[in-house]
């Protein structure tokens, strides 16, 4: 049943791709199809989630596939919320091709239903992953809204300061929870391996993006920064984000790798 459902999660994110395309070729109004697709795609993840659940006895949070599956799932809903007043193909657009991407990934990672490992069996792991979840949405968004934001950084197009403001939101949401992120991780690493912080290669990495988006925000607020410059900075910071989640995990195991 899971297969089922993660096959058609697949096959909705490949017809909104089409579905924008054609947006985007044709300018043709297909806002509410592809707002409908939107939702198919986020109950059919649901659906996943609820199945493996219901599978494994526990939440789904015991490797990086399942992660993954969170991840594309508040990535979802805040595109759901960030769209609303904006009609945009290729926000839609680029939402559909970066899911694709992290649901690709995803297949190649190791799925099978097991218990939680002893580090992972602690009361922190609820908070720790529900607030990853919610911050690397945020800055997921954040990018594609930057994608947008490029593709209209040439022109006096109505709506962009709004896009930037949208931006500039998101960055701010998942600062925030991205700082309460290494905080809980902090916390939980103490009380499984007696130190608050080991320079393990995710924790370095978690400092560098949190770095990364401090630097937008300050440049932001002190220098005023917006256009091409800001969008490519919170594209780049969503690069690392993907790296420090995907690419040290399985390039640069340490402590903190649960595939």
Request: charged letters at 10%.
């Amino acid at each position: 049943m899971e297969n089922l459902f993660t096959d058609l999660v697949f096959i909705l994110l490949l017809l909104l791709t089409a579905v924008n395309l054609f947006r985007l070729w044709t300018e043709r109004d297909l806002s509410k199809i592809s707002q409908l697709i939107l939702w198919l795609t986020l109950a059919a993840i649901v659906a996943v989630i609820v199945v493996r659940t219901a599978a494994a006895g526990r939440v789904p949070f015991a490797n990086l596939y399942e992660f993954a599956l969170l991840f594309s799932c508040g990535i979802l809903v805040f595109a759901l919320w960030v769209r609303q007043g904006l009609d945009s193909s290729r926000l839609d657009l680029s939402v559909a091709v970066l899911l694709l991407i992290i649901i690709a990934i995803s297949t190649t990672l190791p799925s099978e239903l097991g218990p939680l490992m002893p580090a992972l069996q602690s009361t922190w792991l609820h908070a720790h992953v529900a607030t990853a979840v919610i911050a690397y949405g945020c800055f997921a968004l954040a990018a594609c809204l930057g994608v947008v934001a490029l593709s209209r950084s040439q022109q006096t197009a109505p709506g962009l300061d709004e896009i930037e403001n949208r931006i500039y939101r998101m960055v701010v949401l998942g600062f925030i929870f991205l700082t309460i992120v290494i905080i809980t991780g902090a916390v939980w690493a103490e009380e499984v391996w007696g130190n608050w912080w080991s320079w393990d290669p995710k924790e370095t990495w978690s400092l560098v993006t949190w770095l990364i988006y401090a630097a937008y925000l300050h440049a932001r607020r002190s220098y005023g920064w917006k256009g091409r410059k800001s969008a490519w900075m919170v594209i780049i910071g969503f690069v690392i984000v993907m790296f420090t989640l995907f690419g040290v995990s399985i390039l640069l195991p340490g402590l903190h790798s649960y595939l």
